[in-house]
């Protein structure tokens, strides 16, 4: 057995300015030794990070991580966006440790800590909400989502959107955006995907606005009735006729990411989710709102979709709701919840959702977001670093666009800004020289995705920032843009 790094810093140690520390290259010598050893046995098919780091991480500690060889990284990626509070949050680990110690896992009877989580996330999400079920991670969360919107409805459809991701079990990847599905096929019949408002690459009549009425701002790219660089009118007109085209039946619901995470941080104009929220009224099918990647304080908010003023038939949660513990949930109204044959014994159930560690990880994860001002942290300094790598535009040609909110956001890299084409081979050359300079991102390629803990500190975050256009500068060196 590997043994931890010994006759090192303390991680919870570790002062503002004190990281990185980098004592090897990264990868290090013992980071490969255990790579190579591993992929002797274990599955390929590993994150992109993951596959070209070969970084072995031995321990974290809030916005720490630290590799077998010693090194220590300031972490943009929260666990590939789960860590929220920061790793090993000691609230966290105390409340998983006490549990443990008690009672593990009883099916799916009902124990102290799971209503206390269910009533608790009643109180934190948008408007009716009220009813939860709990899953054991986020695709088996969607895969629940759409047969409690089959129950309710009645209908047989669900439409997704292109560039959206919902998971890669056969069935939701029915709903895949973003190129998952590719080789899988076919796919479950009674999917479809819809075009997508990104204000970057809009999809659907380019920038003009020629709805009646609506006064295009060409000079902007805007329209003078629309909230964004788009006419969000056009796309919900599109989308309406793209589902009477495409519909045999009945449509159950529109699944969508407030704002899509695994396709870049792409965010909508403000007016589309109240537009989109109508039309789904308009057909008789459920929205439902996947806030697995966006949710528990990720954005600035509580939920990304507070940031459009839009109450969902359903909302999802995951990844950042048990500060790394596996743990999924749905949550819908009391009319909704109680659909049948989802809500037919066992019908909603699963083997590991609810059981009683991951709800004293949620609980805990929750009580802190509510307690140490995490999310407010998110908001604040989140918007600090977009303004500075905006500002870094001017003089760095490779950036096509910086997008986000909170503690989530993308570096679109591009060849060329007239063309947008993709810089990927740049962005992998990118997340390396971070990686070996002490900065951990999630993507290597042309979106580098950055989602650092709520807990990051503004100097820490800064930091980070400023190694970022270190790498960039020598990127742009590299493939002759400076």
Request: glycine letters at 12%; one cysteine or more.
């Amino acid at each position: 057995m590997t043994q931890p790094v010994q006759d090192m810093i303390d991680l919870r140690d570790v002062r503002e300015g004190d990281a990185p520390i980098m004592l090897t290259e990264s990868p290090g010598p013992k980071s490969l030794e255990i790579w190579e050893k591993e992929c002797a046995y274990i599955s390929p098919g590993l994150s992109g990070s993951t596959s070209t780091s070969r970084l072995v991480l031995d321990e974290g500690y809030m916005s720490y991580l630290r590799d077998v060889d010693g090194n220590i990284y300031i972490d943009f990626s929260s666990g590939v966006v789960m860590t929220n509070p920061g790793h090993c949050h000691p609230k966290v680990v105390e409340a998983i440790n006490q549990q443990t110690s008690r009672l593990m896992n009883v099916h799916d009877h009902a124990v102290p800590n799971r209503w206390e989580l269910c009533k608790k996330l009643a109180e934190i999400t948008p408007g009716n909400l009220k009813r939860t079920q709990l899953y054991s991670g986020g695709t088996e969360t969607v895969e629940a989502a759409i047969r409690l919107a089959k129950s309710y409805t009645g209908g047989t459809e669900v439409y997704s959107f292109w560039n959206g991701f919902h998971g890669k079990t056969l069935g939701s990847l029915g709903l895949d955006g973003t190129g998952f599905s590719k080789g899988f096929g076919p796919l479950a019949p009674g999917f479809h995907r819809l075009p997508y408002p990104n204000p970057y690459r809009p999809l659907v009549g380019g920038e003009v606005c020629s709805q009646a009425g609506h006064g295009a701002l060409a000079e902007k790219g805007a329209c003078s009735k629309c909230t964004g660089p788009l006419c969000t009118d056009r796309y919900i007109s599109f989308i309406e006729k793209a589902i009477d085209t495409l519909s045999v039946g009945k449509p159950a619901a529109i699944i969508a990411e407030p704002i899509q995470g695994a396709g870049g941080t792409v965010i909508p104009p403000l007016d589309f989710f109240k537009k989109l929220k109508a039309l789904t009224q308009k057909l008789g099918c459920l929205l439902i709102i996947d806030e697995i990647l966006t949710g528990f304080g990720r954005t600035g908010k509580w939920w990304a979709i507070e940031h459009f003023g839009v109450e969902p038939d359903i909302m999802l949660m995951g990844k950042g709701m048990g500060c790394g513990y596996p743990v999924g949930a749905l949550i819908s109204t009391e009319e909704i919840i109680k659909s049948k044959p989802f809500a037919n014994s066992s019908g909603g159930s699963s083997s590991f959702g609810g059981n009683p560690m991951a709800c004293a990880a949620a609980m805990a994860n929750i009580e802190v977001l509510e307690t140490e001002g995490y999310i407010e942290n998110a908001a604040v300094v989140g918007e600090k670093l977009l303004r500075k790598l905006e500002g870094m535009k001017s003089s760095h040609p490779l950036i096509g666009d910086v997008r986000g909110k909170g503690y989530l956001i993308t570096v679109e890299l591009v060849k060329n800004r007239e063309t947008k084409e993709v810089a990927d081979a740049e962005g992998k050359s990118m997340f390396l020289k971070m990686l070996n300079k002490g900065v951990l991102t999630i993507t290597p390629k042309a979106n580098l995705r950055m989602a650092p803990p709520l807990c990051m500190t503004e100097p820490v975050a800064m930091k980070a920032l400023d190694i970022f256009e270190e790498a960039l500068a020598e990127t742009e060196k590299e493939f002759g843009y400076a």
